[in-house]
């Protein structure tokens, strides 16, 4: 299997190359549109901020690349994001691939700590990425922005109240989370999307 993880400027690409590397599996970190698009699987991951990655994706054709793609598609983290219509992260338009609307956490309580950093269930697990895994299980999260629950939703999150834990669209999916980091849910699930057809 030919897995491409997308190289970009917003990227947690070590710790994704880690886990797919104990899953037996050598990704191939490209830029080039050529290479991406011949690949089996692609990985879209990303740390960081919405506008200058989605500037950096425009100036290199990513953004056209990623549209393109018919092959199974993940966006993890910002990935994940970027995949949305549009983010209220210095007002950034996105993709658009998914119709979910990207908002910053808005704290519910004193207490409530933003970014949220840390473990966190998830429910409402739809369609085969979330194969064999239960409902609630627990995920790492590390974010301030979230993305909308809405008809592309296959997973859901509560923090500060409701969200899109995982989106899915035709061959694209995407996950708020951070499926190297969470130990066998998170090896569960990029197993099952290595298995997607």
Known sequence: MKLIIIKYNAGNVRSVQFALERLGIEPVLSDDPEVILAADKIIFPGVGEASSAMDYLKQRGLDKVILDAKQPFLGICLGMQLMCSHSEENDTPCLGIFQ?????????????????????????????LFKNVEENSHCYFVHSYYASLGNHTIGQTDYCGGFSAALQTRNFYGVQFHPEKSAEVGSTIIKNFLNIT
């Open 100 to 128: 979910e609307k990207v908002k910053h956490f808005v704290a519910d309580q004193p207490q409530t700590k933003i970014p949220q950093i840390g473990w966190n269930t998830i429910h409402d697990l739809k369609t085969p």
